[in-house]
């Protein structure tokens, strides 16, 4: 008998994408092919959400959405280090223009989508300050060492930190991030559950079903990694169609690395989506500031350990603007989401915000 977890197309897509990728990888991209693989991409990111959302049906909040976001970011991580090796000097500020996208997206693109998404429909979404706090304090910490201060410091020239100092920013952000995912998921993981009763309940029938067994939840767990795995192969594969398209268009080079960010974090955008739809908005909040939290807590440890390798320094530091932009975005998280209720209203201000960052990306 077919589960209802697993339906023929969940099981057939991974596969399919991870096929396509390789029978299309190092090829011209032609206007067919481009479309095939833009296909694939899509169908991927939904098989991706789909497993996503069984292995959290399975192991309960915040694990799911955990597993998410560590497993997009892994893989992101991979694809960072790959291209800076293969770039070369031109690609020294790769990590960071990442990084950086990877936390707007997540604090204003997916939290204000989710408030507004979910305000329409349900109107006073409740969460628990208790899980934003700690998300919002270790981000903003985290994104100042890693983001901010290398362009202040005076040891060496230009945006970057020394060995020692990127090795500090290294160890920092990976114990912030450890300390952050034990709290999450040991020691107060109440505060990252979805809240009861009115105006917080979870109120959509997935969330209601019968748990898939562990045999389905390991292997939608294998299905969601190879889902990722084609994500990201294929926004790696249609990065340099759009690299010159965007050249094509006269646009600043930052914005393909915008749309690169864009297409990886679509898995958990639509997870995250998908909660504030089913009125369980701390799961949007888990996913959204998760992410943004795996995102430098992954990326800047691994850079760092790997910095002896790479022929070039490293460019961390943000130019003033995106400092600016950072600064607004912290600032309005800690106020927007400092209540343990929200609507409409605060979903439009990050939204803003999200449309700022991507008009002045490109139109800097």
């Keep these: 008998m077919r589960n209802p977890a697993l339906p023929p197309w969940s099981l057939a897509v991974p596969v399919l994408a991870l096929g396509l990728l390789a029978a299309a990888w190092g090829r011209p991209l032609g ?44 893989i992101e991580v991979a694809l960072i280090v790959s291209l800076m090796l293969a770039g070369g000097e031109s690609a020294n500020s790769l990590a960071r223009d990442t990084v950086f996208a990877a936390i707007m997206i997540a604090s204003n693109g997916i939290v204000g989508l ?40 005076q040891t060496t020239p230009g945006p970057t930190y020394s060995g020692s100092q990127l090795a500090f920013a290294g160890v920092a952000s990976l114990a912030l991030y ?65 690299e010159a398209g965007v050249d094509a268009a006269g646009l600043p080079h930052a914005v393909a690395g915008v749309v690169i960010a864009l297409i990886v974090l679509l898995p958990e955008t639509g997870a995250a989506l998908r909660a504030a739809k089913g009125n369980r908005m701390q799961s949007s909040l888990n996913l959204a500031l998760g992410s ?10 691994v850079v760092a350990g790997l910095s002896p390798w790479f022929p070039f320094a490293i460019v961390l530091g943000l130019p003033p603007m995106q400092i600016v932009l950072l600064t607004l975005t912290l600032i309005t998280a800690t106020l927007t989401l400092g209540s343990g209720r929200a609507t409409v209203m605060q979903g439009a201000v990050h939204l803003v915000l999200f449309a700022a960052f991507v008009f002045l990306t490109v139109v800097p």
């Design 292 to 301: 943004g939290l795996a995102s430098i807590g992954l990326t800047i440890p």
């Design 31 to 74: 206007l067919g092919l481009g479309a095939v693989l833009t296909a694939a991409l899509f169908a991927a990111v939904m098989a991706a959400i789909h497993h996503a959302e069984v292995v959290a049906h399975r192991v309960g909040e915040p694990f799911g959405t955990l597993v998410l976001a560590v497993a997009v970011t892994i």
């Design 114 to 153: 989710c408030l507004v998404l979910g305000g329409l429909r349900h109107g006073v979404l409740a969460y628990r300050v208790e899980g934003t706090s700690p998300a919002l304090a270790a981000l903003g910490a985290m994104a100042g060492l890693s983001l901010v201060l290398p362009s202040f410091t």
């Design 178 to 242: 450890g300390v952050f995912v034990f709290v999450q998921t040991v020691r107060h993981r109440d505060y990252f559950l979805p809240v009861g009763g009115q105006g917080g309940g979870p109120t959509d029938e997935d969330h209601h079903a019968e748990p898939p067994s562990n045999a389905v939840a390991w292997t939608s767990l294998g299905l969601l990694m190879l889902s990722l795995v084609g994500v990201v192969g294929l926004a790696k594969a249609l990065a340099p169609a759009l």
